[in-house]
């Protein structure tokens, strides 16, 4: 059981799965993989890792029988129909809905076995940070994928130039973003800091002493040379605020003397100078671009489109939504102007109303507010910055699976 276990976690960052195309799959004639029926190596792993919880379970079986046929879960299973019955896709609606279940059993298995998940996740968290980061290195300084045995874990194929690969520009000299085994460097971006926050926060509660110093290092400059290298703007500001809060949690009863107030402020007016002189010199003989750039500059242009779409959705189908799943195939039909950007809205909020409606998120709501009242969110705000800041210009958190599964994990632990 602890060795299926701690393979499955090690496979979290992976992608390894089989395609199964249906007739919905295709919008406007073009296969999109958010509406294929997907079986990952991690779905056969966690399956036998269920196993073991379920053989384990102290309950006895009428027990458990009695608790499935709750009026919760009824009321439930009676909106997940008739969400259903609302799709246009309805085999891709059943899939997701299965995907939401087996994510909530995970949750709950990972609550029921805090203690093992944690000891596991000190050794296994620390792996992931260094694997990625260093893949993202190696395919930065090759300028594309490395194929080989890489592919099996889950890294794509591609090149600097390729159609719709991520690209930066650093003085002027264009670089490919750091993918991982992810398939697009802000799910890479968003999975890095949330682990990355969780093994600060790890160290910070189990004490400094009991973590090698120079591990401790080697783990957290991975993390930071994997989030620079992967190139999400707002990952990046989340990191620059995260690092300035740690420094001031570090010296928080240092605040108290006068002297290292008046070296603070010191610093900090010369850092602002430093800024200021920078930003006078680019301004009159070069642009910001020229220093950095490279991003898609129609990035916010599509995201807004997308966000109409939504809206258009959610307006037509308030109540049960298009259908889980179902955001694409139904964009041509609420697009806006002649947009044809085939993907899920970059906005977790606003994925979640179209696709289930306003019921289904009460309905969510109502079943998960015993839980939430028993986490202590002023331990863990940052856990909801960085789901909630990033999930409001992206949508991985709802939909690529090594970015669920870890929401998944994290809120069993938390």
């Known amino acids: 059981e602890r060795f299926f276990t701690t393979f499955w ?3 979290i960052p992976t992608q390894l799965g089989r395609h199964f195309w249906l007739k919905e799959s295709s919008v406007m004639g073009v296969r999109v993989d958010f509406l294929s029926i997907i079986f990952y190596l991690t779905d056969i792993v966690w399956l036998v890792w269920i196993g073991f919880g379920i053989k384990n379970k102290k309950n006895s079986s009428k027990k458990v029988i009695s608790n499935l046929f709750s009026f919760q879960n009824f009321v439930l299973l009676l909106f997940v129909v008739v969400n259903v019955i609302f799709a246009e896709a309805r085999w891709v609606a059943i899939y997701r809905w299965l995907r939401l279940g087996q994510w909530w059993l995970t949750w709950q298995m990972v609550r029921k076995n805090k203690a093992e998940m944690k000891a596991l996740l000190k050794k296994i968290v620390p792996i992931w940070i260094i694997f990625e980061a260093f893949l993202g290195l190696a395919q ?17 194929r591609f090149v600097y130039g390729g159609i719709g690969i991520a690209q930066i520009r650093l003085f002027d000299e264009g670089w490919i973003r750091a993918y991982g085994t992810f398939s697009h460097p802000n799910s890479l971006a968003g999975f890095l800091l949330l682990v990355w926050w969780w093994f600060k926060e790890t160290r910070r509660e ?8 120079l591990w401790y290092w080697v783990v957290n400059w991975c ?15 989340l990191t620059i605020l995260f690092l300035i809060i740690d420094q001031l949690r570090a010296t928080k009863f240092e605040l108290k003397n006068r002297k290292f107030r008046r070296q603070l402020m010191g610093k900090s007016c010369l850092f602002l100078g430093i800024i200021c002189l920078v930003l006078g010199v680019v301004s009159i003989n070069y642009r910001v671009s020229d220093f950095l750039g490279g991003w898609d500059v129609d990035s916010f242009k599509k995201r807004e489109m997308l966000a109409l779409s939504a809206i258009k959705m959610i307006r037509s ?16 039909k609420y697009r806006v102007g002649n ?15 179209s696709e289930i409606g306003i019921l289904g998120l009460i309905v969510f709501l109502v079943l998960g507010s015993e839980e939430a009242r028993k986490i202590d969110w002023k331990k863990r705000i940052f ?7 990033t999930g409001m210009i992206d949508h991985y958190w709802l939909t690529l699976p090594q970015n ?3 929401l998944a994990i994290f809120l069993g632990i938390i």
């Open 140 to 156: 930065v300084v090759k300028g594309g994928s490395l194929n080989g045995v890489l592919w099996w874990l889950g890294e794509r």
């Open 383 to 389: 856990f909801l910055m960085i789901v909630c800041l």
């Open 404 to 406: 669920s599964w870890l």
């Open 339 to 353: 947009f044809y950007w085939m993907q899920p809205v970059h906005n977790i909020f606003l994925l979640a109303w």
């Open 317 to 332: 189908s308030p109540l049960f939504g298009v259908g889980a799943g179902n955001f694409v195939v139904n964009l041509p």
């Open 9 to 11: 976690l090690l496979l």
């Open 223 to 237: 993390a930071i040379l994997g989030i620079i290298l992967a190139g999400s703007r707002t990952v990046w500001g």
């Open 206 to 213: 189990n004490g400094e002493n009991k973590m090698g110093k």
